[in-house]
């Protein structure tokens, strides 16, 4: 503390708000619903060995190169490069990764604002405004818009605090929440009748399924969003951690809360939907598969908490505050990213930046809603499914290639002094420099 960047106050400030990014409407989305269409439990095993083999080592890279360079990935790529084309090839990797992430905050934003529509649909069908309720829950381009702006309000004002006041204060507040409401809602949940089915399916692995290459995919995606990598989420987390905190460890414990957090959910929703069957609402589709992602979040658990009468008022409010929650301590991470950069690089104030670039993504987020149909879609998969390997590979060059591999080791020394004698120094140099890129490149030609 006492600089005049930001920084967190405590380690347990940074792992929330590093789990805090990491665990969104990715782990309560779309993780269980990838389980769901994708042989359970053989997904869960891809999902886990990808998350702890390739996310965690790019992880640290983020979060390693971050502290290093106190700075935003933009200005933290050309400060590791020794060469005047290797600082201009990360001025351009580095501007790319603000805008990736300024795009997956413009459609994130909208799916924030369903989730808080639906959060409120309950109550207004409990004291009797069923027209309101209705609004809420049906697709309208106006609703989308209006529940859109009032999240990325949510979100600017959070920013606009700070590190310390905002990103970490609201974390530490927001975090413990979401746990707890998470445990009590599968406490709820695994009660009901047939949730053991749902427990089953998602379990126990369809092992024909684990070289399915659409499989693998859909699992690295998920492993890649879910820790928030390539778009400089990480980096700039990572510079505002104290040089003598032991940051290997610290990226190891937001790795596995994240991968909790995600295992847990799948542990809410799998079950839930068996429960919903066991109570009449439709839970495959036509073509005889598991419904998934928005119809699943969005109209099977909706109809079950419609069965449970005035309680499923309350636990589709606690579901619905659990994700808002997920998806705000995600999206404050996305814009500190553009945020930081126009602080740190353009000498504009906190709150004016916040306020300023948070109404571009609005903006960009409304041209999304207003071409639903066209844009929604293509912005995810460009984003998600392109950018976010293909940029978390180039920084894994970057840290592996172009970083003296001296200055590298004082970074990670800084707070760990025997991490010589380690496991972690013995493997994730190499790992970085050869073994990662190679699968990054090798799943991303599969999927082309
Ligand atoms: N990790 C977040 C989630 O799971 C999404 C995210 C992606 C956050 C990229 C920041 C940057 O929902």
Known sequence: MGTSRGEFGSRIGF????????????????????????????????????????????????????RHAKANIISALAGISQKQWQKHIGFVVGVLGTLTAMLILSFYAIVAGWVIAFALEPFANLIGLNELALWFTEFSTGRNIIFMLAFMFLTMLIISQGVQEGIEKWSTRLMPALIIILLLLLIYVFFQEGALKGVKVYLIPDFSRLADIDLIISALGAAFFSLSLGVGTMVIYGSYIAKDENIVSLGFTVTLLDVGIAVLAGLLIMPAMYVAAENGVSIFNEAGALIKEDQLIFSVLPALFDTMGVTGVFIAFAFFVLMTIAALTSSISMLEVPVAYAVENLSIQRN?????????????????????????????????????????????????????????????????????????????????????????????????
């Open 15 to 66: 792992i929330f708000a590093a789990a805090g990014s990491a665990v969104g409407l990715g782990n309560i989305w779309g993780f269980p619903s990838f389980a769901a269409s994708n042989g359970g439990g053989a997904f869960l095993i891809t999902y886990l060995l990808l998350s702890f083999l390739l996310a965690y080592p790019v992880l640290m890279a983020e979060l390693i190169l971050g």
């Open 352 to 448: 004016k930046a916040a306020w300023l670039v948070g109404s571009v993504i609005s903006i960009a987020s409304l041209i999304i809603a207003l071409n639903f149909g066209k844009l929604f879609g293509l912005v995810i998969t460009v984003t998600t499914q392109y950018a976010q390997p293909l940029l978390s590979l180039v920084m894994c060059l970057f840290v592996g290639w172009v970083w003296y591999r001296n200055s590298l080791l004082n970074e990670v020394k800084a707070g760990f002094k025997k991490v010589e004698e380690g496991l972690f120094w013995k493997v994730w140099p190499n790992y970085v420099r050869f073994i990662c890129p190679l699968i990054i490149v090798v799943v991303f030609l599969k999927s082309l």
